[in-house]
């Protein structure tokens, strides 16, 4: 019996998409996979290399190489997505990272077209364009839901892996207390400056790291660039989970337009860890309980101490199993 094919259409950011493949290898699918960029770009031909040159030499014409790599990387993705002239399920993952056209033709090859956005759809509105290409259309922020009453949207909050060996991969000391990884958005400064100053005088091994572009790091404070990591590129999601899985502290610091369940959230879910977050919808969550998550506002820092010191309180199997990427799956093709 064949397995069941499966395309996979997914952002490379952080390389969400390797973890990704590798549980839906271990559920038995045949996976291919699409991501927006990444592929090596290389000339068609010596003409289009010396065309590009005379451009950008003597035009100041940096735009036409772009536009090539644009038609290289759309060039493969259809030839990835070739493999197969039938495919019984895709997922795609922040549809508004790809052309439609080319999920349009995605659409044309598979039985169940499915999409989960993590992102809000106040922030790029754009993805409503794409959701007629679609069976179901996930929103990880149940607000949107009520926003667009009139698209149909579904709710679903993040998952964790649950492949056996992510775990076992995760079984190293660990030498930080607290964690901590992000882009840098200046709304969240001010809480990162605060927080990091008190978990620095709590703990004694304290990781905030964060990411920005090159050339702006300049916008960050200065106390940031002193007392933590800034990175130029993405930390690849399998080294942030190795620190979540042993750390004591995880720290989630939302945006004002996020309001869903970040991957943080239900990451600590998983490996039993304390949570600070900024995310007041945790309150509502079938998973809380305030020995284990600890909302942030700017007039609470006094309470931290007690949450730190109170034992952190199991939650029902039953309950974390829902949030596993098997589970979370198989909802949405059996269930839903």
Request: proline fraction near 4%.
């Amino acid at each position: 019996m064949s397995k069941t094919k499966f395309l996979l259409v997914s952002p490379q950011s952080f390389n969400l998409y390797q973890l990704i493949v590798k549980n839906l290898e271990h559920l038995g699918y045949d996976v291919v996979h699409i991501e927006d960029h990444g592929y090596a770009f290389k000339y068609t031909s010596l003409g289009q290399r010396i065309y590009n040159f005379i451009r950008k030499t003597f035009f100041k014409d940096r735009i036409y190489k772009e536009k090539l790599k644009q038609a290289y990387t759309y060039k493969k993705q259809q030839e990835i997505l070739a493999t197969y002239n039938h495919y019984d399920v895709a997922l795609v993952l922040r549809a508004d990272f790809f052309q439609r056209k080319l999920i349009d033709m995605a659409r044309q090859k598979t039985d169940l077209m499915l999409c989960f956005h993590f992102d809000g759809i106040s922030r790029d509105p754009q993805i409503l364009k794409y959701i007629p290409f679609f069976d179901r259309f996930y929103v990880f922020d149940e607000g949107d839901v009520v926003k667009y009453p009139s698209y149909n949207l579904l709710y679903s909050p993040n998952f964790y892996f649950d492949y056996p060996d992510l775990t076992d991969k995760q079984t190293q000391d660990s030498p930080y207390n607290v964690y901590y990884v992000s882009t840098f958005h200046e709304s969240r400064a001010e809480d990162l400056i605060t927080l990091h100053q008190y978990m620095s005088r709590y703990y004694q091994r304290v990781k905030f790291v964060v990411v920005t572009n090159r050339g702006k790091e300049h916008l960050i404070p200065d106390y940031i660039h002193e007392n933590m990591e800034i990175r130029f590129e993405h930390v690849p999601f399998d080294e942030q989970l190795h620190h979540i899985a042993h750390a004591d502290v995880i720290i989630d610091l939302v945006i004002a337009d996020h309001k869903g369940y970040s991957f943080r959230i239900i990451e600590g879910l998983k490996f039993g860890k304390k949570i600070i977050t900024t995310n007041p919808k945790v309150l509502e969550a079938e998973f809380y309980h305030p020995n284990n998550f600890f909302i942030l506002t700017k007039d609470n820092y006094g309470d931290m101490a007690a949450f730190l010191e109170a034992p952190y309180v199991p939650i029902a199997n039953a309950i974390i199993t829902k949030y596993s990427f098997s589970e979370w799956l198989r909802h949405k093709i059996y269930v839903q």
